[in-house]
């Protein structure tokens, strides 16, 4: 029902920033709330940020807290992941997802994922 296809992932400085885009195809994606997962190397997949269906409230990971700001534009089916100051604990696949409900995605929960992009933060 709902395609997610993320870009804007790549190599960047300690410091630097970078923005991630997830375009969504499907009937009802202003209908979805969106979130952002990674997973580092070793790691298990963790909870990044996610943003209700109005885009009215927004939700963040504390690791990410004052750096990271997610958005929306449903006219664009489109969500986005700013981040600022990256850190080298930053790399990490990243992935975007749909869940009908927002609270479902701090758990790790998600009807939708797509495919990842690349994060890479050298020192």
């Known amino acids: 029902q709902v395609q997610l296809v993320e870009s804007g992932g790549g190599l960047v400085t300690a410091g630097g920033s970078l923005t991630l885009s997830c375009a969504a195809s499907g009937r009802t994606f202003s209908s979805y709330a969106m979130g952002w997962f990674r997973q580092a190397p070793g790691k298990e997949r963790e909870f990044v940020a996610s943003i209700r269906r109005t885009a009215s409230i927004t939700y963040y990971a504390d690791s990410v807290k004052g750096r990271f700001t997610i958005s929306r534009d449903n006219a664009k089916n489109t969500v986005f992941l700013k981040m600022n100051s990256l850190k080298p604990d930053d790399t990490a696949v990243y992935y975007c997802?749909?869940?009908?409900?927002?609270?479902?995605?701090?758990?790790?929960?998600?009807?939708?994922w797509g495919q990842g992009t690349q994060v890479t933060v050298s020192s």
């Open positions: 997802a749909a869940d009908s409900v927002v609270s479902e995605l701090a758990t790790g929960r998600a009807d939708y």
